[in-house]
């Protein structure tokens, strides 16, 4: 069974970027790959969507500020993170869609 490891999380300022990625223990070029994140004391919430083809989907509320791409080759999917804000924090998780496949997830803390 394929596995994801997410890294690149991090304490930021307000207004600070970052760029987390999900790596694939084999091929996922075929596979649609989904970002999510959970603040605390609330539930998961998806942030979006890499397709196997066509363009990615961002929920509105991050929409214009972040951004997801693919690397098949490197059997990758990153989620670029800009003009993050304290509700940005969050512990942030990929997952193949439908299945119970997910990383073990990296932490995102945005503070002044």
């Known amino acids: 069974q394929v596995q994801l490891v997410e890294s690149g999380g991090g304490l930021v300022q307000p207004g600070s970027s970052l760029k987390l990625s999900c790596i694939a223990s084999?091929?996922?070029?075929?596979?649609?790959v989904a970002w999510y994140r959970q603040a605390p004391g609330k539930q998961r919430e998806l942030v979006g969507t890499?397709?196997?083809?066509?363009?990615?989907n961002l929920v509105d509320s991050v929409k214009g500020r972040f951004a997801i791409s693919r690397y098949n080759s490197a059997n990758a999917v990153y989620l670029q993170m800009t003009s993050l804000k304290p509700d940005d924090t969050a512990v942030y998780y990929c997952?193949?869609?439908?299945?119970?496949?997910w990383g073990q997830g990296t932490q995102v803390t945005v503070s002044s």
């Open positions: 997952n193949i869609p439908f299945t119970d496949i």
């Open positions: 084999e091929d996922i070029s075929r596979e649609a």
């Open positions: 890499s397709f196997a083809a066509g363009s990615p």
